[in-house]
C-alpha cells in the first residue's frame, strides 16, 4: 500500500541528499562490518533480544559469532515489530540481497551470514557502502588520547570526546592518559589547564570538527577556582571535579572555536546484569535550567543539543528559541524512534529558526547502519514537511525540499563548518 | 462518516479476539449491574457530574437511585464531549436498545432506568455479557484476607492486591485482618514473612495468577532487615514498614511465580471533599528509577507496571526495552482517554518486544464496562497498526490483525499463564 | 493544495463566531500599532530573529524604526519555518494588502513599512481591527495601580494583575504604590488586608472580570498568620512574603467573585542578555499537586489554570476532571504553536467537561494579533473537531461547531461573567 504521492515525492527528493553525519561511534581504522555478527551485535539488536528472553550465554566474547547470529535472529519473532528492526530489514535488503517482501525467518540466519562474509569482504565495501549510503563524511567520537592518524580526516571528522576526563580524572589510569597525550602532570587547576590546552591543540591540528559529552540527570555545570581544583587533587583524590573540568573544556571550546555537543540525560548502569552498551538508563525529572549559566556564560560557543527524554523536548525547543547559542541535534537513543522523532522534529520545525536545526545523526558503530537510519528519519522528516508546510499550503514542495535539506545537510556543514 | 477501510478490517477482526482482562475490580459475587445506577454510579460519572457543577447532594447511600441517575443525565451535556460519556452510549445501545444516531437527552433516564431494571434481570445477564463482550476471563482485586469463595476461579482469576499490608499495616485492623487470614501474630520480621507466606499460599491455592499494588509517584522499595523491621514494631507502631513490606512481597512473587503488577503515581485524597473514588491525583515528577534496585534484584518476578502519567510513558517503554522482567501493562486511569492511549500504544509498539506487551485492561467494577472500554481500545489499536504497520508496508492486514491479538490476548495468557 | 472539505467546513463556521479574548497585554490607551515597528517589535520576533544570529544594535530604544523593521525582515530567511513568522505572514495580508502565495523577501520591508504607516494611521483603524477580527471584547493586564480611565470596559475589559503585589512587596516602590493606590500604608498583615480590600474594589467598580498572576515552577501558595507577616515586615524588609500574600488575593478573589487566572511555570531572566521580554523560560520538574491546599481552600473561586510545557498538561487535564474549580485555560507562551495546541487541546476535549474548557486567549501587545493568533488556533480546533467527534460519527458538523463555539466563546462568558 503506498504512502501518498506527496510524500513519495519529498522523501525521493531528500534521499538525493549527501549526507555528513555529525554524530557517531564509527572506527575510522574500521569503518564497516566484517560479519553480520557486528551487525547484529550492535547493542540494539542484543538489548531486544535479551528482553525478549534471549540469555546472555552466546554474548561471550569467545562464542561462536555464527552461533551468535542465529540465536539473534531466532528471537527477531519477538521484536520484529520495533524499528530496529526495521533498521536490519533495511541492511538485509539494501547491502544483502534480501527479498523485498518476503519474510525473515530463522533459517535465513545461516544464508545471510555467508551472504554478509562474501559482500562485507570484497576490497571496496567501505567505498560502497558510502556510496549506496550517499555518505559524504561522518563524525567520529575519540577518546581524548587517541592519536588520529591513519584515516582521512576529511571523510572521517574527529571529535574530541570529554567523557573520561569530567567524569573519571579520580581514576589513575585517566591521569596516566592524559599525561601520556600531553606531557603535563596534573596536580592543580594550572596543569590541568595545561594539559587540556595540549590536547584542544592536538585534536583541532588533526582536523577536530567537535568536541562532546553526555551527561547525567542531576549534571549541574560550574566554575570552580584554583583553590578549590588543588583542594580536591591534593587532598580528595581528584574527586568531585566534574562541574569544574566541564566548565575548562568549554572555555577551550570557545577559544578553539569548536561547537560543544551537550548529550544530556543518560543514567549508566541501571540494569547491572544487562548486556554490553545495554545498562544505562534515565530520569525524566531533569532540567535544562541547569546549563542556565552555561548557556549565559559561554554566548561565543555553539551548544548543539541532544536530550534522551522526549518529554525534555520542550525545555529544548524553547532554550533554542531565546538562547541564540543552544541548537537541537538529532534525536538520541531512547528518543529515536518514530513516533518520538515525528513529535520532536515537528515541535522543533514550528518554534525554533530553521539555521539552527541539526536533523539528524546516526550515532553507528558501523557503516552500514547510516543508511537505514537515515531513511526512517527522511521518511518521518518527509511526512512532516508534507503535513506542516506543503499540505496548509505554507511551502511548495520545491521549498520544502529545501527545508528538509537545511536539516538534513546545510546546517552540519554551517554548523561544524565542515 | 465511515473510517477507512483499512482500519475497519482491521477493529472487526480484533474484535472477534476472546478477551482475557488482566485487571479489574469486578466482584465475583455481584459481577454485573442490578440497575442503571451501578452503571452512572460508577467514579468517571460521578466525578464528571460533580465537576461540570453537580453538587453531592444525590450522592449520598439513602439517596434515590433513580434520582440520581436523572441527576447525573442531566448533567451529561456538559461533559458528552468525553471518552467517559461515550462509554455509557455504547452501554445503552449495546445493552439497552438505545437507538443508533439519537441524542442521549435528560428525559431518556427514566426510560433507561427501568430498561436496565428489566434487563439486568435477567436471570442469565451474566452469561449474556460475557458472550456480548466476547470475555472468557476477567482477573479481580482481593483484599489479602478475601475467602475467595463462591466463584468460578477459572473465569473469575483472583489477584492478591498488597496496598492494606504495604501502606496499612500501621492500622491495628490490617495487622487484626491480617492474624485472622494467616493465624499468625505479626510481631518483627520473621512472623511477618511466615504470615505473608500463609496469604501467598491461600491465594496460590484458590487460583491466584499475580499480584497487584497501586503506589504513590515517591515510592522507593527498600530491602529491610530484620532488626529494622523489630524496631519499627515494637517501638514505632509498625509505621514507614512500606518499603520494606513492599520487598518481602516481592520475594513472594518470586518464590511463589507470581507476576508483580505496579500501578505507579497515584496520590491519594488531593481533593478531599471529592466523590467517593474521585479524591486521587497524581505528580509528574515520578521516575521509574525508583525502581532500579528491584527490577535487579528479582530478575524472576514479572513485572507488569502501569504508569499514571502519559509524561512517564517513554521511561516505562525504556525499561521494558532493557529490563527483561519489565513489562508495559494497559493504559490505566488517567491515561486511559484516546489521546493518551494512541501516544503511548505507539511509541511501545515502535520499540518494545511484541511479546511483552499487554495491551489493555478494562478496571472496571461491572462487567457492562469491559465491552466499551475493549471498544474504544480495538479501535485506536485499529488506527495505530494501520498508519505504522500496513500502510508502510510493514504487515500484511493478517500479520497486522495478528500482532494485535498478541496485545489482545496472547501476552496476557503468557505472562500470566492463564 | 486545499485541506480536505470537513475540516474546511468547520473552520469556516468558527470563523465566524465573535470573539472574547480573555488574556492580552493590549494597552487601551494604544490598542493598535502605530508602524510595523510595533508589529515586529513583538518579542517573538525579536527574540527569534536575535536567536537566529542578529545583533541587538538595532532593538535600542533610539534606533531607527524602519532600520530595526528592514533588519528583523532580513533576518525572516532564518525563521519563517516558525509559527510565529505565519502570524506576520497573515498581519501582511489580511491589513496590509501583501499578495497571497507571494514570497516575502528583505527588500518588502520598506514598502510594507509604508503601507503599515498610512494604513495604522487611519482614525478609525482600531474599529476595522476589531471589525476584521470579530473581537467583541478583549481582557487587559493591569497593574494593581492602574487608575483603569479612559478606556471602554465593555471593549476592554480590566483584570488585575497582581505580580508585583505577590513578588515585589520587599521593593519599597511597589509598597509605595500600593499605599497611593489604596491609602493604606501597609506594616502588617491587617493593613495589608485592608489595602488589597481596596485595591478590589477600585477593580471591581470599574469593571474588573478576573484576578491573574504568573508564577514560578516552585512555587507553594500558602496561608501565612498574622505574626508570620508582622516578622517578615517589620525585621525581614517584607521578603518571603509571597506565598501567604498570594493566598490572602485569593481569599479577596473569593469575596469579591473573580476568577483567579493562574499562569504557572515561567523562570524570570533566565537568559540576563536576551532581548526585551525574551529572557524567561522554565524547568519542566513542576508539579500541580503545589496548589493542593489552594484548590480545596477555595471551592467558590474559579481558577482558570494556563501551564507552560505541555508535559504538565495531563495533571491540568486531571486536575480539572476532579476538581470543581480548576479549568484550562487557553495555550499559553511556549506551549502556543500548532503541535502544543494540538496535543493539549485533544487531550482536554476528551477528558474535561466540555463546559469549562476556555479555549484561547491571545496574549497580544497590540489587537492586529488577535486575528493571525486565533487563526492558527481554530485550524487546529477545525482538525481537531473533524479527527475526533466528526470523523468517527460522534458529533455532526453542527454539533461539532456548536463545541467550538463553547471554547472559543461560550466559556468565557460564562466564567468571567461578561
Ligand atoms: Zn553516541
Ligand atoms: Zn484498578
Ligand atoms: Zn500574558
Redesign the pocket.
Known amino acids: 500500500m503506498p504512502a501518498d504521492q506527496l510524500v513519495q515525492n519529498l522523501e525521493s527528493a531528500l534521499s538525493m541528499v549527501p549526507l555528513i553525519d555529525a554524530?557517531?561511534?564509527i572506527d575510522p581504522l574500521s569503518p564497516v562490518s566484517k560479519s553480520l555478527d557486528d551487525i547484529l551485535g550492535y547493542h540494539y539488536y542484543t538489548e531486544l533480544a535479551h528482553s525478549a528472553g534471549m540469555p546472555q550465554t552466546l554474548l561471550a566474547k569467545d562464542a561462536d559469532p555464527r552461533d551468535r547470529v542465529r540465536e539473534i535472529v531466532r528471537f527477531m519473532d519477538r521484536y520484529d515489530n520495533t524499528a530496529q528492526y526495521g533498521w536490519f530489514l533495511d541492511i538485509a535488503r539494501a547491502f544483502l540481497g534480501f527479498e523485498d517482501g518476503r519474510k525473515l525467518v530463522p533459517a535465513d540466519a545461516d544464508r545471510l551470514f555467508d551472504v554478509a562474509a562474501k559482500t562485507f569482504a570484497q576490497p571496496d565495501w567501505e567505498a560502497q557502502v558510502f556510496a549506496k549510503s550517499r555518505l559524504e563524511k561522518v563524525f567520529l567520537?575519540n577518546e581524548f588520547d587517541d592519536p588520529l592518524k591513519g584515516f582521512d580526516t576529511a571523510k572521517y571528522v574527529p571529535c574530541l570526546r570529554t567523557d573520561a576526563l569530567v567524569f573519571h580524572l579520580d581514576r589513575p589510569d585517566t591521569r596516566r592518559r592524559l599525561e601520556a597525550i600531553s606531557g603535563v602532570h596534573v596536580r592543580d587547576g594550572a596543569t590541568l589547564r595545561m594539559a587540556l590546552a595540549r590536547v584542544f591543540v592536538h585534536f583541532t591540528r588533526n582536523g577536530a570538527k567537535a568536541c562532546a559529552i553526555?551527561l547525567p540527570p542531576n549534571f549541574h555545570p560550574a566554575k570552580f577556582d584554583d583553590e578549590h581544583f588543588y583542594e580536591q587533587m591534593q587532598f580528595h583524590g581528584f574527586q568531585d571535579l566534574a562541574p569544574g573540568v566541564f566548565w575548562l573544556i568549554a572555555e577551550y571550546c570557545r577559544d578553539f572555536k569548536l561547537p560543544f555537543d551537550l548529550?544530556i540525560g543518560v543514567n549508566r548502569r541501571v540494569y547491572d546484569k544487562g548486556v554490553y552498551q545495554g545498562q544505562d538508563l534515565f530520569d525524566q525529572r531533569t532540567s535544562l535550567v541547569q546549563y542556565k549559566d552555561l548557556f549565559n556564560a559561554f554566548p561565543d560557543v555553539t551548544f548543539p543539543v541532544s536530550v534522551l527524554t522526549s518529554a525534555q523536548n520542550q525545555e529544548l525547543v524553547a532554550h533554542s528559541w531565546i538562547f541564540p547559542n543552544v541548537l537541537p541535534n538529532g534525536h538520541w537513543w531512547y528518543s529515536n524512534t518514530p513516533p518520538y522523532i515525528r513529535k520532536d522534529l515537528t515541535e522543533r520545525l514550528t518554534a525554533v529558526p530553521k539555521t539552527k536545526l541539526i536533523g539528524y545523526y546516526s550515532?553507528a558503530y558501523k557503516l552500514e547502519f547510516v543508511k537505514p537510519k537515515y531513511g526512517m528519519y527522511r521518511r518521518i522528516l518527509a511526512h512532516v514537511l508534507a503535513d506542516e508546510y506543503v499540505r496548509p499550503g505554507a511551502l511548495s514542495e520545491t521549498d520544502a525540499v529545501a527545508l528538509g535539506t537545511r536539516l538534513l545537510r546545510d546546517n552540519v556543514k554551517e554548523v561544524f563548518k565542515v
Chains 1, 2, 3 share one sequence.
Do not use: K, N
Request: no cysteine; charged share 15%; glycine share 0%.
Open positions: 554524530h557517531s561511534h567520537t553526555s548529550m550515532d
